[in-house]
């Protein structure tokens, strides 16, 4: 069993004629209840990090770790923040600090080498958000990185048996909302023991819209 990309499109539709007219642009937002999961046994909590085929918006935050040659090309590269060693090793105590960066980015990418550093000075704030950073070699194509990094989005169900997470925004064509939808369901689907028969339905809606079900 799966999800039709026409339904998909579909409700999106519906979800769009339905929404009032705002003055801000609305985020796309996905919600699937899920059956016969007992999220509160550590092993049914869902925590995943997707890429999605469609950046949802252009303008996210990204944070490098680097020194030296990487620093210089995550910068070039369009990195929002870039911290080096001495900049870490700085925010040691500044737990304040540490929340506004934590709060502000949306995903984090290190040179390898710092990781051991990151995870002493920023695990305590960004594990528990599912932000620590992706490791890669001091080498690598930090441009490729980056831009696949606005892809990525991170879901979670771990009180309640509940996914909800923006997948577009209403600027976005309905087959590159569709694409990214699928991504996702097609991600729980395979994280859960039965698939989609563990899941009970699925809506789409507007971030000031009613939500629509998707037939499946």
């Known amino acids: 069993m799966s999800v039709e990309t026409a339904n998909i499109k579909s409700a999106l539709r519906e979800a769009r004629e339905k929404a009032k007219k705002r003055n801000f642009k609305q985020s796309v ?3 699937i209840n899920l059956r016969d999961v007992d999220v509160k046994k550590p092993e049914n909590r869902i925590q995943e990090t997707i890429e999605l085929p469609h950046a949802i918006d252009k303008n996210v ?3 490098v770790f680097a020194d030296g040659d990487l620093a210089l090309r995550a910068r070039r590269a369009g990195a929002d923040l870039v911290l080096g060693s001495a900049d870490i090793e700085g925010l040691m105590n500044n737990r ?3 929340r506004e960066i934590a709060n502000s980015i949306h995903s984090f990418i290190a040179a390898a080498p710092l990781m051991q550093l990151i995870g002493r000075v920023f695990g305590p704030i960004l594990g528990p958000r599912g932000k620590m950073p992706t490791p890669v070699p001091p080498t690598v194509n930090i441009e490729e990185v980056i831009e696949r990094h606005k892809r990525i989005i991170r879901v ?3 009180d309640q048996p509940v996914i909800h997470c923006r997948v577009g925004t209403e600027s976005m064509v309905d087959d590159e909302i569709a694409e990214n939808i699928q991504a996702v369901i097609g991600r729980i689907a395979r994280r859960l023991r039965r698939g989609m028969k563990n899941i009970e339905s699925i809506y789409v809606k507007m971030t000031m819209g009613p939500a629509v079900k998707v037939k499946f």
Do not use: N
């Open 156 to 158: 979670r169900a771990r």
């Open 96 to 98: 304040k600090k540490q």
């Open 29 to 31: 937002e996905l919600i």
């Open 61 to 63: 935050g990204v944070c």
